[in-house]
């Protein structure tokens, strides 16, 4: 596992931009895993910059995002309107800026007639495209991944997810306060990828900023593996990791000179890693 520190969030944006971008020039028809919340808009901004300026090709790039709340939702070969969807959020934040096709787009369907059924589908959409090659990750307050709960068997699959008060408390304040709806309007459950099938991506990519996220980024990369942290199946995770932190983000952890000094230590005699 390779643990990066950075010392602001717009570095340490670009840094896990540069990842992806290095994925996409290596693979043009590589499979991204996307994530929603605020982390990683300073990716997506890098990314978007490096499509307009630098050329960087997303058109035969497939995406499979992570989660969606479940009764929202928009088509996007359907006339655009705002709403509080993650597929929004995607739409907005990275997909209008970029030549992704919209074929190659797969959200979870939050307005899906037999949710379960769609997770089912979901989970055989990816085996289709031939797996995930490179999938971003974000953390909750309470350490989950996408909307894997703490509890959450780390063996799950894509499936409906009740949301936790602190999921619920987080995003409201994130996705719903702004557009003044209140907490018993904004959805409960949501659809999300589980932890068994993020754990078969060929490598993950998971970004964390700010002193909010200190202790239960410790907690996932140095504290013992639980369903209680979802997040820290990442210990258990056979591909390649990169773990991409602001400095604050990273200062609860306790071996932060060796995650420093490895660094420089590959620097040196892998220079093109």
Same mark, same amino acid.
């Given at each position: 596992?390779?643990?990066?520190?950075?010392?602001?969030?717009?570095?340490? %944006? @670009?840094?896990?931009?540069?990842?992806?971008?290095?994925?996409?020039?290596?693979?043009?028809?590589?499979?991204?895993?996307?994530?929603?919340?605020?982390?990683?808009?300073?990716?997506?901004?890098?990314?978007?910059?490096?499509?307009?300026?630098?050329?960087?090709? /997303?058109? =035969?790039?497939?995406?499979?995002?992570?989660?969606?709340?479940?009764?929202?939702?928009?088509?996007?070969?359907?006339?655009?309107?705002?709403?509080?969807?993650?597929? @929004?959020?995607?739409?907005?934040?990275?997909?209008?800026?970029?030549?992704?096709?919209?074929?190659?787009?797969?959200?979870?369907?939050?307005?899906?007639?037999? !949710?379960?059924? /769609?997770?089912?589908?979901?989970?055989?959409?990816? @085996?289709?495209?031939?797996?995930?090659?490179? =999938?971003?990750?974000?953390?909750?307050?309470?350490?989950?991944?996408?909307?894997?709960? !703490?509890?959450?068997?780390?063996?799950? @699959?894509?499936?409906?997810?009740?949301?936790?008060?602190?999921?619920?408390?987080?995003?409201?304040?994130?996705?719903?306060?702004?557009?003044?709806?209140?907490?018993? =309007?904004?959805?409960?459950?949501?659809?999300?990828?589980?932890?068994?099938?993020?754990?078969?991506?060929?490598?993950?990519?998971?970004?964390?900023?700010?002193?909010?996220?200190?202790?239960?980024?410790?907690?996932?990369?140095?504290?013992?593996?639980? %369903?209680?942290?979802?997040?820290?199946?990442?210990?258990?995770?056979?591909?390649?990791?990169?773990?991409?932190?602001?400095?604050?983000?990273?200062?609860?952890?306790?071996?932060?000179?060796?995650?420093?000094?490895?660094?420089?230590?590959?620097?040196? /005699?892998?220079?093109?890693?």
């Amino acid at each position: 596992m390779d643990i990066i520190i950075r010392d602001t969030y717009e570095e340490m %944006s @670009r840094y896990a931009a540069g990842l992806i971008a290095s994925m996409v020039r290596q693979k043009p028809d590589c499979v991204l895993g996307l994530a929603t919340g605020s982390t990683p808009i300073g990716a997506y901004r890098e990314l978007e910059r490096m499509h307009r300026e630098e050329g960087l090709d /997303f058109s =035969q790039v497939k995406t499979f995002n992570l989660d969606e709340y479940l009764g929202v939702g928009i088509d996007l070969n359907k006339p655009y309107k705002m709403d509080q969807s993650y597929a @929004r959020f995607m739409y907005e934040e990275l997909f209008k800026h970029i030549n992704v096709k919209k074929e190659n787009i797969h959200i979870p369907d939050g307005l899906a007639k037999n !949710p379960e059924e /769609f997770c089912k589908e979901y989970e055989e959409e990816i @085996r289709k495209a031939g797996g995930i090659d490179l =999938q971003l990750l974000g953390i909750g307050g309470d350490g989950h991944w996408a909307f894997n709960e !703490p509890g959450s068997s780390l063996a799950s @699959r894509t499936r409906v997810e009740i949301l936790t008060k602190q999921t619920l408390d987080d995003n409201y304040e994130s996705f719903y306060k702004k557009a003044g709806i209140s907490r018993e =309007q904004m959805p409960h459950f949501a659809i999300t990828m589980g932890i068994g099938t993020i754990l078969e991506a060929r490598n993950i990519l998971m970004l964390a900023n700010g002193r909010k996220k200190a202790a239960v980024v410790a907690k996932a990369l140095e504290g013992p593996v639980t %369903s209680q942290v979802t997040a820290s199946a990442i210990q258990l995770f056979r591909g390649g990791v990169t773990v991409v932190l602001d400095r604050e983000a990273a200062s609860e952890l306790k071996n932060t000179e060796h995650y420093l000094h490895r660094e420089k230590l590959k620097s040196t /005699f892998f220079p093109g890693n």
